[in-house]
């Protein structure tokens, strides 16, 4: 059986890509091409909004419509598109300082209006693009160009924020987990509502560099090790769950998305039923 | 009759006042004339100095606030004080139940309020109110407002409001 | 059968003039003193198979309009001083991904929150300049409520002929004001709908002029793909550096509307053919100015009203050609620094006499004001 390439979507011209050795954005990108492959999905009727930084660049290699917007802002401009059309299959792509950082509360606004968008968040911890600045999840400790003593802070755990704010599905994959990593993408675009897939990347050039794991090698390596299941990670003492971390599926609900709602709306103005 | 009239509500938010100049300003499009009615308001919602002023003319209507004012309703003290003291030969109505009474040959007290609650809702005090300054002043037909009231109400609380607007004609015609 | 003259507040027109327009998609975040606009969208949009949108901010509310503009919709959202400051970002990137939508500024006092509910006028430069990088804006200015119905449908009309963002900047007085206004029937005004690619999908370039100076807008969904980005881009949508792609680029946001500068410009006078005092306003101000200059004719001054209907791009030729044979100028705004009397000085030159009647309390300015500068 062969397998999908998704290599139909990818612009002529655009390999080797613009992305750093080491850095896990190519596998995102592929896994996330099969996925729209294997679902059959149509370049016209797929749109896929993007942020501010190295992953939000995507949508120069991409053959789908696409649309590049302000940083941290990706998730309001998809929440117009998809309200208006709701056939139309929206993807957005954001980075750890798009998606929860400078665009925290379309983050959360996003998921707690359900609507049926699936957000595909690149985390690797620090501002890759701009030199590797710290972000808003930067866990507390480690070192960045703006955390140079180390962060005072804590990062968030972007899936638990997902969960709490109402997303509909919501999951954690590795670019060294590829396969799951596609399977997740899947789910969360044929789930209809709000889906995260945070994607646990290397970026060996600033954080790698700066928290000791200076090749892309020994990112790939940190992800494998440090990365488990929910199961597995249950069963760490208290210190040690400090360097793991949980990958799968956390959240996958029906909940009636906003376009659904929003024609019981539809219907209720018709028959009348304002309220005041 | 005259060609424009202008009218000022004063009181606080949440008494009905820019309701009320709707009210006139409906009434006198449906005389064909032209109507602009604006409010001024502070943060709150109730309470707190509210103001509603219409403009009610044959022709084209420039300025949009009262410059010269033909009859005035003040619903509080501070509404008084500001309009009260005015042009003598320019009608006051005030509420007697809410402020204290006074004498001038311009000062028309009475309760509105009261009234309205013994019609069955404080809300008409307004209403009585209107009818009686529209008597006076023949600023609008009180016909014309008693079609918007149907208009704008139903049933029961459309029956209140024209009892209320009638009980405020008679106010100035038994005079 | 004659149709009834209703009594509708400006906010309320301005929103069934956007419907009237076409506008099927409302994203926005209540503020006074624009909140009734929302509020009648939330009950209409439903109504006419268009989407209301609450957003979590002003930020949001922009980006969504844009989002939705692109995928076919006519989009609005309508702010106030606050809100319109934060939307400037992605009211740029409207700009220059040359997406059509309209933003209602009703303008209330600043600075900063200032005071809420009462009137201004100082937003007219932060709606020319508010934006980082260098773009041309329409933005254009109601007086009255029949005027914020008919040029919310203009402005409609400009985005989607222009692709361009309009702004609409109307002011808390002509806003909140009621006035009786007589609804159009459909095809009674103009509505315009924004151009459509004809070449094949495959050939289809979004940024690519057609000989008008315009590119034809797909929307997403439709058999055409494809990319709109906020960053510099090519005629195919894509990243492009390349500086004379940039150079190109940044003109063409700006020539393609001068080009149509005589038919965007908009102004109206009255009495203005001998007046030898020219009083130039615009919104609500405008109503006191005229009602100043009937009464200062009556008074033996000759005096007539230049209207300012759209505030930018800035109406240049109409006051040199007005202002050439008056012997005064007298510029009404609600603002300190005169925002549009620094335009006018600029246009008339430092030797004309040009006078600012202005007020920034948070008052409205009346015709008795402006008596007195004409004495």
């Known amino acids: 059986m062969s397998h999908a390439t998704g290599v139909g979507y990818l612009k002529d011209g655009c390999l080797p890509h613009m992305w750093c050795p080491g850095c896990g954005n190519g596998i995102a990108l592929a896994s996330m091409l099969r996925a729209f492959e294997e679902l059959g999905y149509k370049k016209n009727e797929t749109v896929v909004v993007t942020g501010i930084g190295c992953w939000g660049k995507t949508d120069d290699y991409l053959l789908t419509n696409a649309l590049h917007t302000t940083h941290g802002r990706a998730l309001a ?14 993807v957005v792509l954001m980075g750890d300082g798009d998606s929860v950082t400078i665009g925290g509360n379309h983050f959360i606004h996003a998921a707690r ?76 675009l044929g789930n209809k509502g ?68 929003y024609e019981q709306i539809r219907a209720r103005a018709l028959e009348g039923g304002a309220k005041r | 009759m005259k060609e424009q009239y202008e009218v ?41 100095f509210s103001k509603s002023e219409v403009i009610i003319s044959r022709n ?38 809410l402020l204290e009474k006074r004498s001038g040959r311009n000062l028309y007290g009475f309760p509105f309020t009261e009234m309205a609650s013994l019609l069955g809702h404080v809300g008409t005090a307004n209403i009585i109110a209107l009818g009686a300054m529209a008597t006076l002043t023949g600023m609008i037909k009180t016909d014309s407002l008693a079609t918007v009231l149907t208009r704008r109400f139903a049933g029961k609380v459309a029956d209140m409001n024209i009892k209320a607007l009638q009980a405020g004609i008679e106010l100035v015609t038994q005079d | 059968m004659q149709r009834e003259a209703k009594l509708v507040q400006g906010n309320e027109a301005i929103a069934h003039g956007a419907i009237y327009a076409g506008a099927r998609f409302y994203a926005g975040y209540p503020i006074t003193p624009s909140s009734e606009i929302a509020e009648e969208c939330s009950r209409l949009m439903p109504k006419v198979d268009g989407v209301y949108l609450q957003m979590e901010d002003e930020i949001a509310s922009i980006a969504a309009i844009v989002g939705a503009s692109l995928a076919g919709a006519k989009s609005f959202t309508a702010t106030s001083g606050p809100g319109f400051s ?66 919310a449908v203009q402005a409609f009309n400009f985005a989607e002929r222009f692709r361009v963002p309009v702004i609409l900047a109307a002011d808390e007085i002509v806003a909140h004001m009621r006035e009786n206004i007589i609804f159009p029937d459909p095809g009674e005004v103009q509505v315009i709908d924004r151009k459509k690619p004809t070449v094949p999908p495959e050939q289809y370039k979004p940024f690519e002029p057609e000989s008008d100076g315009i590119a034809p807008l797909a929307a997403y969904g439709s058999d055409y793909v494809y990319h709109v ?19 190109w680029r940044v003109a063409q946001l700006h020539r393609k509307l001068e080009r149509y500068r005589d038919e965007i410009v908009m102004t109206k006078s009255y009495d203005t053919d001998d007046a030898e005092v ?98």
């Open chain 3, 278 to 375: 020219l009083l130039i306003a615009f919104g609500a101000t405008t109503r006191a100015a005229r009602a100043a200059a009937l009464e200062a004719r009556k008074n033996g001054i000759k005096a007539g009203v230049l209207q300012l209907i759209t505030l930018w791009p800035f109406a240049d030729k109409e006051i040199a050609a007005h202002g050439k044979g008056a012997k005064k100028i007298v510029v009404v705004e609600m603002n300190y620094s005169g925002q549009v009397t620094g335009e006018v000085r600029r246009i008339l030159g430092p030797e004309k006499d040009i006078t600012l009647v202005n007020k920034y309390n948070g008052q409205i300015i009346t015709p008795k004001d402006i008596l007195e500068v004409l004495k």
């Open chain 1, 113 to 188: 209006r359900n609507i049926d968008v699936t957000a595909i968040v690149l985390n690797n911890y620090n501002y890759g693009m701009t030199g590797g600045q710290c972000s808003g999840t930067t866990p507390s400790e480690r070192y960045t160009s703006t955390t140079v003593y180390g962060n005072p802070e804590r990062g968030f755990d972007i899936c638990a924020l997902a969960e709490v704010a109402g997303a509909n599905y919501v999951a954690r994959g590795t670019v060294y987990h590829g396969w799951d990593l596609k399977e997740h993408m899947k789910e969360a």
């Open chain 2, 8 to 48: 000022i509500m004063a009181g606080s938010g949440g008494q009905g006042l820019v309701v009320c100049g709707i009210i006139l300003a409906q009434a006198a499009i449906l005389e064909g004339q032209n109507a602009v009615q604006t409010q001024s308001y502070g943060i709150a919602s109730r309470g707190g």
């Open chain 1, 77 to 90: 401009f998809a929440s117009g598109v998809k309200a208006y059309n709701p056939k139309l299959n929206v």
């Open chain 3, 229 to 247: 980005t906020s960053s510099m881009h090519g005629l195919d949508g894509y990243s492009n550096n390349d500086p004379a792609n940039a150079q």
């Open chain 2, 60 to 97: 084209e209507i420039m300025f949009q606030q009262v410059q010269e004012p033909d009859v005035i309703l003040a619903l509080t003290e501070q509404a008084m004080k500001m309009y009260a003291s005015g042009e003598p030969d320019r009608p006051v109505f005030y509420d007697t139940t």
């Open chain 1, 194 to 261: 709000f889906s995260m897939v945070e994607v646990v990347s290397p970026c060996p050039t600033h954080y790698g560099r700066n928290n000791s794991m200076k090749q892309g090698v020994e990112m790939l390596k940190w992800l494998k090790e440090k990365a488990v299941s929910k199961e597995k990670y249950a069963q760490l003492t208290d210190p040690e769950k400090e360097a793991y971390f949980v990958i799968g599926k956390m959240v996958d609900k029906n909940e009636p998305d906003f376009s659904t709602r």
């Open chain 3, 86 to 151: 934060l939307m400037q970002e992605n009211l740029g990137l409207a700009v220059m991904g040359e997406v059509p939508c309209v933003v209602i500024n009703v303008q209330r006092s600043g600075p900063s929150t200032g005071l809420a509910t009462k009137p201004a006028q100082s937003d007219v430069m932060q709606i020319r300049w508010g934006r980082h990088g260098d773009q041309s804006i329409i933005a254009l200015t109601p007086a009255t409520v029949k005027e914020c119905f008919t040029l």
